[in-house]
């Protein structure tokens, strides 16, 4: 789950940073908003699509990763079932990661140290309450809500302090990420039907899907919906 994050929620992340303590140290709040919400539907077009194929592919991902020798098929099936929940954290951590710059440019550096706090603690909370119904499930399900519970703090105190964003710039992202995944999601079970290998299945899914999600998303927009694929395939 930390390879979309640590490969481009965190560059994200860094390269915000710079550009938003030039907008709030000219005292321009209202370009720092359009960064700001701009950033944080970039980084939904990333984590969202890896928390679907993350979902859905995670039985073939573990099982071509580590299905040999004393790794087992009942070893691959409880470790996908972690994975699944972990993949449900990916958009919280992701929108986390965008929202951290913005308060280190407004020189407000307890707020993020915060909302680790709160989240170390939901995570405890959650595991103490769930732990001896859900084993190890418990583990995964008090990450998950625990980073659900940091970006929703976050996300809250930054729409206090810049406004909330364009409506109509994320209304016209969600429309756009709802159709764009559901066909995503639409060639992972075409495939889990057809194909029955499951270094065959990563190897057809990963590449179709994300076709068909960029370009779902480059017809529909806008354009922050694509701009960090077009960007990397330019490079």
């Given at each position: 789950?930390?390879?979309p994050?640590?490969?481009f929620?965190?560059?994200?992340?860094?390269?915000?940073?710079?550009?938003?303590?030039r907008?709030?140290?000219?005292?321009?709040f209202t370009?720092?908003?359009?960064?700001?919400?701009?950033a944080l539907?970039?980084?939904l077009?990333?984590s969202?699509?890896?928390a679907?194929?993350?979902f859905?592919?995670?039985?073939?991902?573990?099982?071509?990763?580590f299905e040999?020798?004393?790794?087992?098929?009942?070893d691959?099936?409880?470790?996908?079932?972690i994975l699944k929940?972990?993949a449900l954290?990916l958009?919280?951590?992701?929108l986390?990661k965008v929202?951290v710059?913005l308060?280190?440019?407004?020189n407000?550096t307890?707020?993020p140290a915060?909302g680790?706090f709160?989240?170390?603690?939901?995570?405890l909370l959650?595991i103490l309450?769930?732990i001896?119904?859900?084993?190890?499930k418990?583990?995964?399900?008090?990450t998950?809500?625990g980073?659900?519970a940091?970006c929703?703090f976050?996300?809250?105190l930054?729409?206090?302090?810049?406004?909330?964003?364009?409506?109509?710039?994320?209304l016209k992202s969600?429309i756009?990420?709802?159709?764009a995944?559901?066909?995503?999601?639409?060639?992972?079970y075409?495939?889990q039907i057809?194909?029955n290998?499951?270094?065959l299945?990563?190897l057809l899914?990963?590449?179709l899907?994300?076709l068909?999600?960029i370009l779902i998303?480059k017809?529909?927009g806008?354009?922050?919906t694509?701009?960090f694929?077009?960007?990397?395939?330019?490079?």
């Amino acid at each position: 789950m930390y390879v979309p994050l640590g490969l481009f929620g965190v560059g994200l992340s860094q390269a915000l940073l710079p550009e938003l303590t030039r907008n709030i140290t000219s005292r321009n709040f209202t370009l720092a908003k359009d960064t700001y919400s701009k950033a944080l539907v970039v980084s939904l077009s990333v984590s969202l699509p890896s928390a679907l194929g993350l979902f859905f592919l995670s039985e073939e991902v573990v099982k071509v990763l580590f299905e040999r020798g004393a790794f087992r098929a009942e070893d691959t099936f409880w470790t996908a079932e972690i994975l699944k929940i972990f993949a449900l954290a990916l958009p919280f951590y992701g929108l986390s990661k965008v929202s951290v710059p913005l308060f280190y440019a407004l020189n407000k550096t307890s707020i993020p140290a915060a909302g680790s706090f709160l989240a170390v603690i939901t995570n405890l909370l959650i595991i103490l309450f769930t732990i001896r119904n859900f084993g190890i499930k418990g583990v995964a399900l008090g990450t998950t809500i625990g980073l659900f519970a940091q970006c929703l703090f976050l996300l809250i105190l930054s729409f206090h302090f810049l406004g909330f964003p364009k409506k109509t710039l994320f209304l016209k992202s969600f429309i756009t990420f709802f159709i764009a995944l559901f066909f995503l999601w639409f060639v992972i079970y075409l495939v889990q039907i057809f194909i029955n290998n499951s270094l065959l299945r990563l190897l057809l899914t990963i590449p179709l899907g994300a076709l068909v999600y960029i370009l779902i998303s480059k017809r529909l927009g806008p354009k922050e919906t694509y701009i960090f694929y077009s960007k990397l395939l330019k490079r």
